[in-house]
């Protein structure tokens, strides 16, 4: 007899199943519902889950110990990871095509494999010879390095329990597929049954795991949002391709912080490690209008960006506001203090603000900045910006704060040759700092201005 089918509906956007098709999801999301044929003897198929002898124990008689990690040797991936990676964790790595995700990976499993032993790398984009032509480029080619093109979930768990690997790459989850499920790889149902059969090779084999994902168009993880909540990290790769630096950043880390971010080169030879960020991210600065250098704390490193602000007559009668790596929000409030407090007039202006290389400061560190390259380029005013740096939040009567872990900023300015530093005055007399910089106090955004370009 044959077997029955159910057909429903399910979103790939969040996952939502519904026996009937819908225009737009209960997530919001529009024509997302993709129809799948489920048999009934697979309907309520449960995941694989985790068996353990383990009994519920106080939390006073658990032992706190450090999570036993594996050493990538790339210092950049470890400082993101939180020191490594932890035995019989998953982590999933995204980010656009070309990105440099697969270089990465290749380059920290080569390693692992010198130091550590057998790691398996499971391509289902590449045939082995591509991972071969790649690896002799980044001359990361060992004996204990393992190959495989296969795309079937059952396979790759076969692969694993007869090599017993001490770090497995998945590249990348899209194209895996469970054949329990008619469903075509890539589907929701497809994403999540593989990377629960994935998670609980992990967790039962003390065996680190690395699963490659894909990014829509906007930019955002690809499949269900619940392929984020089962893995322990996500670590997203950002940068332009046009351009030679990538940029890493833990989105989560049940192991670690994720505030933290590993700088990358990328060459001909792979991705290197960049040891001061703050020279590569400030090459080519010269003392023109509209452009200034702030600094902003990723983790427990100081970086010093340099900001541009372009502020230009509107034509066609409603004023622009772009911001590239500033939140929008954040540029309209400095703009309303500007035209308040300070008396320039921006309502028949077009403003646009980037912040050079890409990155996106975290904080309110850069409000000052902001400001004074906006006031430079309508004023047709040059910062000194060789020699001079801006740090300090803008609140709404024009007043200025201090921002935390301001001496580290200082101390990097002062590190990179900088010999100004325009700041709250309040956090001055609070500084003990023996770097050679002069500290310019300013109680509010006016003040900064006059000493800025009206002072000596």
Same mark, same amino acid.
């Given at each position: 007899? !044959?077997?029955?089918?159910? $057909? ?16 737009? &999801?209960?997530c919001?999301?529009?024509? @997302? ?6 048999? !009934? ?12 002898? $383990?009994?519920? *124990? ?50 920290a ?8 032993? $057998? ?15 790649r690896a ?14 296969? @795309?079937?979930? =059952? ?8 090599? &017993? ?22 589907s ?6 593989? $990377?629960?059969?994935?998670?609980? *090779? ?30 322990d ?85 409603? !004023? ?9 929000n ?35 560190s850069? =409000? ?16 000194? @910006?060789?020699? @001079? ?9 024009g ?14 300015? !002062? ?17 003990? *700092?023996?770097?050679?910089i ?5 109680n509010? *955004?006016?003040?900064?201005? =006059? ?6």
């Amino acid at each position: 007899m !044959a077997k029955k089918e159910k $057909t429903i509906f399910v979103c790939q956007n969040c996952g939502y199943e519904s026996p009937k098709w819908m225009g737009q &999801c209960v997530c919001g999301s529009w024509n @997302t519902m993709v129809e799948e044929r489920i048999s !009934a003897t697979n309907q309520y198929k449960k995941s694989p889950t985790i068996t353990s002898s $383990t009994k519920p *124990l106080s939390i006073k008689e658990i032992k706190s110990s450090n999570y036993d990690r594996l050493n990538t040797y790339i210092k950049e991936l470890n400082r993101v990871l939180g020191g490594g990676m932890v035995k019989g964790s998953l982590t999933l790595i995204s980010g656009e095509p070309g990105i440099g995700k697969s270089t990465l990976i290749l380059q920290a499993s080569s390693n692992i494999a010198k130091e550590y032993g $057998t790691v398996l790398y499971v391509s289902g984009e590449e045939s082995e010879e591509q991972i071969k032509m790649r690896a002799e480029r980044l001359c990361a080619v060992e004996d204990r390095l393992m190959i495989v093109s296969e @795309t079937n979930v =059952d396979r790759i768990k076969e692969y694993i329990q007869e090599l &017993c690997p001490v770090f497995v790459i998945i590249d990348s989850i899209q194209t895996l597929f469970k054949p329990d499920l008619s469903s075509a790889p890539g589907s929701v149902s497809q994403v999540r049954e593989c $990377t629960n059969n994935i998670m609980h *090779l992990a967790k039962t084999k003390n065996i680190p795991i690395f699963i490659v994902a894909h990014v829509t168009k906007t930019g955002e993880l690809a499949g269900p949002r619940i392929l984020e909540h089962l893995v322990d990290t996500v670590l997203h790769f950002t940068g332009e391709r046009t351009q030679e630096f990538r940029v890493v950043r833990a989105l989560k880390n049940r192991f670690g912080t994720t505030s933290e971010i590993g700088v990358f080169e990328m060459r001909e030879e792979g991705l290197m490690e960049v040891a001061n960020p703050s020279e590569m991210f400030l090459e080519g600065l010269n003392n023109m209008e509209g452009s200034i250098v702030i600094s902003s704390l990723e983790g427990t490193r100081p970086l010093l960006l340099e900001i541009q602000a372009l502020v230009a007559p509107t034509n066609l009668g409603f !004023a622009r506001r772009a911001a590239i790596g500033i939140d929008l929000n954040r540029l309209n409030l400095i703009l309303a203090v500007l035209e308040k407090k300070v008396g320039i007039p921006l309502m028949n202006q077009d403003v646009y603000v980037n912040v050079v290389g890409g990155l996106k400061p975290e904080g309110t560190s850069s =409000d000052l900045g902001v400001a004074l390259a906006i006031y430079s380029s309508m004023r047709g005013l040059i910062i000194p @910006t060789t020699n @001079t740096i801006a740090i300090g939040e803008i609140g709404l009567t024009g007043e200025l704060r201090s921002v935390s872990n301001i001496e580290k900023m200082i101390k990097e300015a !002062a590190k990179m040759g900088f010999k100004r530093c325009i700041l709250p005055k309040k956090i001055i007399k609070k500084l003990k *700092l023996e770097e050679q910089i002069k500290l310019i106090g300013a109680n509010s *955004l006016k003040d900064a201005i =006059d000493c800025m370009f009206f002072e000596n």
